[in-house]
């Protein structure tokens, strides 16, 4: 009830922490290999990290407005593909009217683009809030990280080897698996762009970035970046089947192969998560902070399950969240 009534608070302080996990190894290797001062290395990094960011970003939003400047191009086909809906579903059909026109009243397509010019207007500010308030937090959370080992020992006198153990997993287990995530998902993105570029698909930046996000989020994600690619594909080569199908095969062989068969040979045994809580914790997640809750779900659980397995009377719940592995092993 905390987490989602204070998700304003509790989730740029979450993002903050994950980004400093991430970022605090390029940090370390600044500060031995080439002697950069600590506080020096963590602005360098966050600034180079928010100038990629931000350089992402802004090409995606120019990808985006040109999918709107170039609707019109998509009318027709628009219009023929509802027609055929419109006449096996018996849904209300003029030709002398557009397609936005047709589906206006019977999809409320209004009230949707009522809502979503809200959520986009509302949505900008708080982003720009949210990013710098994450910047901010991300920040001193780095400069402070070169103290932490101080920190336990000083706080922890009696658990000192334990609690630095947890630490330690669970700053190695986050960082391994969104380094890998990362790679896999760049991959994902970067075939994605090759294929749509060499088939002319429009918007290919679109489609490789959403394959890219969407691969964060376990199972759910890689579906419905293939779903909403290939039904592109189909409106833009309406009526050839050819390359829709090509890319439907194609994003399905990436999708399988990259993360059911790269990424676990990659991570060895893997984070230890039954799929069955990975399922779960993508609905919770999900309900308590929406989408980005979903990408978080993952390193979340598997924090949890470290702190579960390290503290004995919280250990049954962590081998519950776990796969069986450590029990089969034994």
């Not at 190894?25 to 963590?42: A, C, M, R, T, Y």
């Not at 602005?43 to 019109?72: C, D, H, Q, R, W």
């Not at 336990?152 to 006198?157: E, L, Q, R, T």
Request: charged residues 15%; aromatic residues 14%; hydrophobic residues 55%.
């Amino acid at each position: 009830f905390l987490l989602k009534n204070l998700s304003s608070v509790f989730l740029p302080v979450v993002i903050s922490v994950m980004l400093s996990f991430i970022l605090l190894p390029i940090i370390k290797k600044l500060n031995s290999k080439l002697h950069f001062p600590w506080i020096f290395s963590s602005i360098l990094v966050l600034i180079l990290f928010m100038f990629a960011f931000l350089g992402l970003s802004s090409l995606l939003i120019k990808s985006l407005t040109t999918i709107i400047s170039e609707y019109p191009k998509y009318e027709k086909k628009f219009m023929s593909i509802y027609q055929i809906i419109a006449e096996n579903f018996h849904l209300e059909f003029d030709e002398s009217k557009s397609f936005i026109e047709n589906v206006w009243k019977f999809l409320k397509v209004q009230e949707f683009v009522q809502n979503m010019a809200v959520f986009l207007s509302s949505g900008m500010v708080t982003f720009g809030k949210n990013l710098f308030t994450i910047c901010l937090l991300c920040i001193f959370l780095l400069i402070e990280m070169r103290l932490t080992k101080q920190k336990i020992y000083s706080a922890f006198d009696n658990d000192e080897e334990k609690v630095n153990k947890i630490s330690h997993q669970v700053a190695h287990d986050t960082v391994n698996y969104i380094s890998i995530k990362f790679f896999i998902s760049l991959c994902t993105g970067l075939l994605v762009f090759l294929v749509t570029w060499i088939l002319k698909m429009d918007f290919n930046i679109v489609w490789a970035f959403l394959a890219f996000i969407m691969n964060f989020i376990p199972i759910f994600g890689s579906i419905i970046s293939v779903a909403v690619t290939t039904l592109f594909a189909i409106l833009q080569f309406y009526p050839s089947i050819g390359k829709p199908i090509f890319v439907l095969i194609f994003m399905i062989c990436v999708n399988f192969g990259l993360g059911n068969i790269l990424e676990p040979r990659i991570e060895g045994k893997n984070l230890g998560l039954s799929p069955f809580v990975i399922l779960v914790c993508l609905s919770l997640w999900g309900y308590i902070w929406g989408f980005l809750g979903m990408i978080l779900a993952v390193p979340m659980t598997v924090i949890i399950k470290i702190i579960c397995e390290n503290t004995d009377y919280l250990k049954s719940i962590g081998i519950l969240l776990g796969n069986g592995s450590d029990i089969n092993s034994k």
